[in-house]
């Protein structure tokens, strides 16, 4: 049983478009999301995180949104440019556990 | 520089042969983690340590073996009791019991069993 899902496994946009990620969990003890992107054969390396008590976070071309009571998050990557093509991981922390969904593949088309 | 070493990069194992998998950081992190990365599940938690000498299961630790002898090293054994041992291993480390901070991975092992 999945706690945190990425149901997209993956995403084709055009360069300079939005691009949209979604993540939706079940588990209400979560208080805690990051997004981390991972090239092929590398290590997630993170990308952007928010808590609970908030629902919007912005770090430059990237802002995650979070939605407490439909239990979702976005990830909007905006503009989006082709070296954003990698897979992105949601990550839903409670406590010192760490639960990852199962990952969106994005590709940015030139 | 500081960072999160695992080697080998790549791993080949015989049924039946246990196998460790290396993870070393350098960053003076407390926690260490060991991942499983399997298509279309993302990365599914095997054991993980807070502080030396101590570590605790994860979701999937059958088949799985760690120890935590230096703050350093949280080396993994993939046993031969590892039903489907095929996979892309993670190690991770943070500053401490909490995600609160982010986490730094490794490069990862490819683990194949021929």
């Known amino acids: 049983d999945q706690q945190v899902k990425q149901n997209s496994p993956s995403l084709s946009v055009q360069e300079g478009r939005i691009s949209i990620l979604n993540c939706d969990y079940t588990?209400?003890?979560?208080?805690?999301f990051l997004w981390y992107k991972k090239y092929p054969a590398e290590g997630p390396t993170f990308l952007i995180s928010?808590?609970?008590?908030?629902d919007k976070n912005e770090d430059g071309r990237f802002t995650v949104f979070l939605n407490k009571s439909a239990k979702h998050l976005s990830l909007h990557i905006v503009p989006s440019q082709p070296g954003d093509s990698a897979v992105y991981f949601c990550?839903?922390?409670?406590?010192?556990?760490?639960?990852f969904g199962g990952g969106t593949r994005l590709m940015v088309k030139p | 520089d500081g960072g999160i070493t695992q080697s080998p990069k790549y791993l080949f194992r015989k049924e039946g042969q246990n196998v460790t998998l290396s993870c070393e950081q350098n960053?003076?992190?407390?926690?260490m983690y060991w991942y499983r990365q399997d298509p279309g599940q993302g990365l599914r938690l095997i054991y993980y340590?807070?502080?030396?000498?101590?570590?605790q299961k994860g979701d999937i630790a059958e088949g799985y073996s760690v120890s935590r002898e230096k703050k350093e090293s949280f080396p993994l054994t993939v046993t031969s009791a590892q039903k489907n041992p095929t996979a892309f291993y993670l190690c991770?480390?943070?500053?401490?019991?909490?995600?609160?901070?982010?986490?730094?991975f490794g490069q990862g092992t490819r683990l194949t069993v021929v």
């Open positions: 991770a480390s943070s500053v401490g019991r909490d995600w609160w901070t982010e986490a730094f």
């Open positions: 588990n209400s003890m979560f208080d805690y």
């Open positions: 928010i808590s609970s008590i908030k």
């Open positions: 990550a839903a922390s409670a406590g010192n556990m760490l639960t």
């Open positions: 960053l003076n992190h407390d926690a």
């Open positions: 340590s807070q502080i030396v000498n101590d570590f």
